[in-house]
């Protein structure tokens, strides 16, 4: 578990919803809920928030688990940053998970797009952030946190100079930042930063898996020589491995699978414990490689660059 101020806690492990398909997300949620998996990360662009509320809510109903028992993320997508657009997108969310509150909700990117839009094609369907200031949408969720909409809030693709110029005008603090992390981008300095600002992190894509643009390392992880001596030693697979030295630097890691074995598999990484020395050796793997780089967001006349999403 990882604490956020208030002491609330919030599990180390969890379900990953991301590129489910509609008729997949119905039975890995309430599977992996079965299984014993108490925090589910959604996304409105996801496009199946309604399928999770209906697995959840049917997990509630059979008696696998009680809400408060589970921990439920979602994020704010950025064609609703206007602060005007907020409060309706997060109640769209909890009408489709069929909740009363989120556990924690997030600005999913520092960049904004036209009310209406999904994935921009062209410059005109963005909005600068003159027009849409990261500040404005942020003094937003702290509204919806006040009214009980969400019990906490934070960011999705912030790098330290953004969390940095948020702080500055921030009444709340982001209490969470969801970025790429994996053996083969490590990001320690970002991570550092914002633990040492008790800003907690969560991994998405912590395997490695799926392949959006053209960066992508030489061997697969999965298939990484030095993870598989280490999980020879420890008698488990290398995913486990991935997921449990992901969770000994005390970072949420939301795993994505739906089939009922590897959901099985990656919910037994929590008993998997690496040793400095295993730690030591996956630390050498870091190289600086992103599965997702952000480039729907930075075609010519975007505004928004490369540098602005991961340059310090």
């Known amino acids: 578990m990882i604490k956020f101020s ?3 806690s919030m599990p180390l492990f969890g379900l990953g919803t991301w590129r489910s398909t509609r008729e997949e997300t119905y039975s890995s949620v309430y599977e992996a809920i079965k299984c014993g998996y108490r925090h589910i990360d959604c996304a409105a662009i996801y496009g199946n928030e309604d399928i999770v509320g209906e697995a959840v809510a049917d997990a509630i109903k059979g008696g696998l688990v009680r809400r408060h028992e589970l921990f439920i993320t979602s994020k704010l997508w950025n064609d609703s940053h206007e602060k005007q657009h907020v409060q309706a997108a997060l109640e769209k969310t909890l009408k489709d998970l069929q909740l009363h ?7 999913h990117w520092p960049v904004a797009i036209k009310h209406g839009t999904q994935f921009p094609k062209e410059a005109s369907q963005f909005l600068s952030l003159e027009q849409a200031p990261i500040a404005e949408t942020w003094a937003a969720l702290e509204l919806c946190q006040r009214k009980g909409l969400c019990k906490h809030i934070g960011v999705s693709n912030f790098n330290q100079r953004m969390l940095t110029e948020l702080m500055k005008t921030a009444v709340q603090a982001p209490e969470m930042n969801q970025v790429e992390l994996h053996p083969y981008l490590q990001q320690s300095a970002l991570v550092a930063f914002c633990q040492n600002h008790k800003i907690n992190v969560t ?3 912590p395997l490695g898996a799926g392949k959006i643009g053209e960066q992508n390392a030489a061997i697969p992880i999965l298939e990484n020589p030095t993870i598989g001596i280490i999980a020879q030693k420890h008698g488990c697979s290398p995913a486990q491995v991935i997921l449990a030295w992901g969770m000994a630097r ?6 994505k699978s739906v089939r009922a074995h590897r959901l099985k598999e990656n919910f037994d990484a929590q008993s998997v414990h690496l040793d400095s020395d295993d ?10 490689v992103r599965i997702t780089t952000g480039a729907v967001w930075t075609i010519e006349g975007s505004g928004y660059t490369q540098e602005y999403l991961w340059k310090e």
Do not use: E, F, S, W
């Not at 005390?250 to 795993?255: E, F, G, R």
């Not at 730690?279 to 600086?288: C, E, G, K, R, Y």
């Open 203 to 205: 991994a998405y894509a």
């Open 101 to 107: 509150y989120l556990d924690l909700y997030l600005i």
């Open 6 to 8: 208030n002491g609330d």
């Open 279 to 288: 730690m030591l050796q996956m630390a050498t793997l870091d190289a600086d």
């Open 250 to 255: 005390n970072t949420v890691v939301i795993p």
